[in-house]
């Protein structure tokens, strides 16, 4: 199996701040990599670096085998082929719902309008939405707006998609929706690569979960050795105060 | 004069507790209520001089007696308001001495709020009795110089004609200034060292036209590109449409700074989030601006856009300084010829026709857009 997504020897700087510090990592396909690790550590500013919402500063991005950043990159195409969730949705609050997940098929891949409404019927049908399509984002709860930025992300039919800790700011009673739908995505085969706090989750739907700390990996591996048995201290340390915090 | 008597409630526990002193408000209500009286009878008197003055001046319409009438009576209710609250604050002061403590203090506060409505309609019977004296003024010489409505209304036909051309001016110029001030709006933000240049001349364009009284813009551009022979402006024109197009140009210039500097802020204002995920979803640049960013800043800009409309529709007079035939030239025209300033106040009411439904409008059109899009 070759290696989907690879990041080698990644760096970024916010000026003088380093805050990745040598990434590399592989992500093989149909597999899902939790990236876990204290606020600052990286995880947020790597995912942005994937689809190019920020440039790194040496060394290299491959999607499938071929490379994705630095100069020359056709940066439209890679974010058609990754789609990215955030932690604050971001639906775009002046459209309704339907428009919200049809505007990039029909504006980027030149959909005809009512082949993208087709497809967006299917996806909101999916998470139970279908009927909300004419509401605007601010009517919805937190959780249904991230479903909904799931579903405008799926719209596109990326071959990867990056989460970004999108539970943290939900509520806690909607959480468990929108961790159910993505749990769905990974059992049919998507390629995901998420940030996130929630450690259960993770050790459910992760075949690999990282630890990064300070803009390195501290260490990596499948979830049940990294939760039973983490070999770095740094790692205990995380996981215990994840625990004395009564999340996990 | 003022009833004052402490108080004090006796707890379950058995401990008596210092409760603070009880004020009825007498004192309050009476000084409200003789000067609810003595407001009354000022705007009784200004009216009278109102109404007298109308005798000896220009004859006013007969509708102005009935008004005046309805104004007495209507000035009543000042000190109605008044005579209640003094008959509240005895009623409070009797439950105090009955030690019906609360209710004496629910009866102070409805004195209270008698003597509340006394200022605030009392402030507005003020404004009346002033307006009716300065009206009535310089043996009605006021009234009949700036508010004949004979006049007004003789002249209306050649008023409305003037109006034609400031509504043909705001028109077509806001039109052209919303293109143009967003073109230069877009020009602003264009990133990259390329665009460096072209972006410091959006910004000299905007502090310089921002910076000129538009008066001196429109004398420049009306009086100075025909008299250099600029075209199209200086040949097979008439008069009055050079006029209008060089007038329309110089607001255009002048606004466009003003509505440029606006849609700037409104785009700063779409949070880069909102780019973000537009951009992740693989539109381009442009289309990002075009369905994002554009819509959204068009929402949060709009109430200070039309402010900057209103400004507009009402400096298309200064194009009458000019030569245009336009309202506030046909107006100083009628001036001249009746020695009477009120066609110009004709020529105030017809902007105000148009400007203050234009306010309301925008209101509720920003209203609407939130009832839709925002939640409860």
């Known amino acids: 199996m070759s290696t989907f997504l690879e990041l080698i020897d990644v760096h970024k700087y916010f000026g003088d701040n380093e805050v990745l510090r040598g990434v590399s990592l592989g992500v093989e396909e149909h597999q899902v990599v939790c990236l876990i690790g204290p606020s600052g550590c990286g995880k947020s500013t790597l995912l942005r670096c994937v689809n190019a919402l920020e440039m790194i500063q040496q060394g290299e991005i491959r999607l499938d085998g071929e490379r994705v950043s630095g100069r020359g990159v056709d940066l439209n195409a890679l974010r058609q082929d990754v789609g990215i969730v955030f932690q604050s949705f971001n639906l775009f609050p002046h459209m309704s719902v339907l428009d919200n997940v049809t505007l990039a098929p029909t504006k980027v891949l030149k959909l005809h309008q009512s082949d993208a409404v087709d497809r967006a019927h299917a996806l909101l049908d999916r998470i139970g939405m279908w009927e909300k399509r004419d509401d605007y984002p601010d009517r919805l709860s937190g959780g249904q707006q991230q479903r909904v930025a799931i579903v405008r992300a799926l719209a596109m039919q990326p071959r990867l998609m990056l989460l970004d800790e999108i539970t943290s700011a939900l509520d806690p009673e909607l959480v468990a929706e929108v961790l159910t739908l993505v749990g769905e995505l990974a059992r049919e085969g998507m390629t995901m690569l998420i940030a996130t706090h929630e450690m259960g989750f993770a050790r459910d739907v992760a075949s690999k979960v990282v630890f990064l700390y300070a803009g390195q990996i501290e260490e990596a591996g499948p979830p049940d050795q990294m939760f039973r048995d983490p070999h770095s201290e740094r790692t205990r340390t995380f996981l215990r105060s994840i625990i004395e915090a009564k999340r996990m | ?376």
């Open chain 2, 1 to 376: 004069m003022s009833a004052v008597v402490s108080s004090s409630v006796t707890p379950p526990g058995g401990q008596r507790r210092k409760v603070s002193r009880f004020n009825s408000g007498l004192t309050r209500a009476l000084i409200a209520e003789v000067g609810a009286v003595i407001l009354t009878v000022f705007t009784w008197a200004g009216l009278r001089t109102f109404q007298n003055s109308l005798e000896i001046g220009a004859p006013g319409p007969q509708i102005a007696l009935g008004i005046e009438i309805a104004l007495g009576l209507l000035v009543l209710i000042v000190p109605a308001y008044g005579a209640r609250a003094i008959v509240r604050s005895r009623q409070a002061r009797h439950l105090a001495f009955e030690r019906r403590i609360l209710d004496a203090r629910a009866a102070a506060e409805d004195s209270r709020d008698d003597v509340l409505w006394v200022v605030g309609l009392g402030l507005v019977a003020a404004i009346v009795a002033n307006g009716t004296f300065f009206l009535a003024g310089h043996h009605a010489r006021v009234r009949s110089v700036l508010f004949n409505w004979d006049l007004i209304w003789r002249f209306r036909v050649a008023l409305f004609h003037g109006f034609v051309w400031n509504v043909k001016l705001f028109l077509v110029a806001e039109v052209l200034v919303l293109v143009w001030a967003l073109f230069v709006a877009v020009i602003r933000q264009l990133p990259g060292r390329a665009f460096g240049p072209i972006r410091v001349i959006a910004i000299v364009y905007a502090d310089v036209f921002r910076g000129i009284p538009t008066i001196i813009v429109i004398y420049l551009i009306v009086f100075g590109f025909p008299l250099a022979g600029v075209e199209p402006f200086a040949s097979h024109m008439s008069p009055n449409t050079q006029l209008f197009w060089l007038g329309t140009l110089s607001l255009v210039l002048v606004y466009g700074a003003y509505v440029a500097e606006v849609y700037r802020s409104g785009l700063e204002g779409v949070h880069w989030s909102q780019s973000a995920a537009a951009r992740s979803l693989g539109l381009s640049q442009w289309q990002t601006l075009r369905h994002v960013v554009i819509p959204q800043a068009v929402r949060r800009i709009l109430p200070p856009l039309l402010n900057d409309f209103v400004a507009l529709q009402k400096d298309t007079a200064l194009v009458g300084l000019v030569g245009l035939a336009e309202i506030l030239n046909i107006s100083s025209i009628l001036k001249s010829q009746t020695f009477n300033l009120s066609p110009v106040t004709g020529a105030a009411a017809f902007f105000l026709i148009v400007t203050i439904p234009f306010t309301r409008l925008v209101d509720y059109l920003i209203k609407r857009d939130k009832a839709r899009t925002q939640a409860g």
